[in-house]
Each structure stands twice: as C-alpha cells, then as structure tokens.
C-alpha cells in the first residue's frame, strides 16, 4: 500500500497509508492528514488516487495545491494544477516534508526499463 511519510530532519515521524480515492491535507481537523502548523492553509492540498489505465491493477497518486498561502511542492518544484506523484518524492507542505513511498509503482518503473 503506498503511503505518505512525514519527516522530521530526514527521519520518517509518521506514516500515513493512502487508501482513500481522496485525502485532504491541512490544519483544519476534518482533514484527513492534519499538519500542526501555522504556516499551513486550513485546506492545504488534495492527493488522488486512480488506476493506470495500461495496468489497472496498479495505482496513480496525484496531488493537488488547495490555493493554499504557502504552497505546495514536489522535489521543491511548485506544484501547477495536478501532479503525479512517483515513488520516493519529497512533497513539501508549507515547510512540513512528507516522503512519498510506493512499492508497487518501483516495481511497475522496473517492468516500464525493462520492456524499452
């Protein structure tokens, strides 16, 4: 199961498994992932999942800003619009660092080298 690990100094401090279509990121308690921090907008970021459609048996993640005020980024890259999300990115919630960690997806990179 993918998930979102929250790092503290590069050390994963929680993790946070992925298994809704949707899961909303932000301060305000009704999120689903609720990061302590001013810096963070209440409705900071959305991340969606959905199949592949060459491989349906495996899962894309994307993630989305929620206009928050500090931003949303991938590998320190702003995010514009909807991203995908590969295995071992770093998204940045404001100033709050999450790793994303999907297996399946490494595996499905490996099938992708192998068959060029």
């Known amino acids: 199961m993918a998930l979102i690990a929250q790092l503290v100094d590069d050390v994963m401090v929680h993790k946070f498994e992925l298994r809704k279509e949707e899961v909303l990121l932000g301060r305000h308690p009704e999120n689903d992932i609720v990061v302590d921090d001013s810096a963070v907008s209440s409705y900071h970021a959305a991340i969606t999942l959905?199949?592949?459609k060459d491989f349906p048996e495996f899962l894309e993640f994307y993630v989305k800003?929620?206009?928050?005020?500090?931003?949303t980024?991938?590998?320190d890259t702003p995010v514009e619009g909807r991203q995908r999300l590969h295995h071992n990115d770093i998204i940045r919630i404001a100033w709050n660092?999450?790793?994303f960690v999907d297996p399946?997806?490494?595996d499905?990179?490996?099938t992708v080298h192998m068959l060029k």
């Open 65 to 71: 800003d929620l206009g928050s005020t500090n931003g």
């Open 104 to 106: 399946k997806e490494a």
């Open 97 to 99: 660092n999450f790793k």
């Open 50 to 52: 959905e199949k592949n």
């Open 73 to 75: 980024f991938i590998n």
């Open 108 to 110: 499905l990179e490996k």
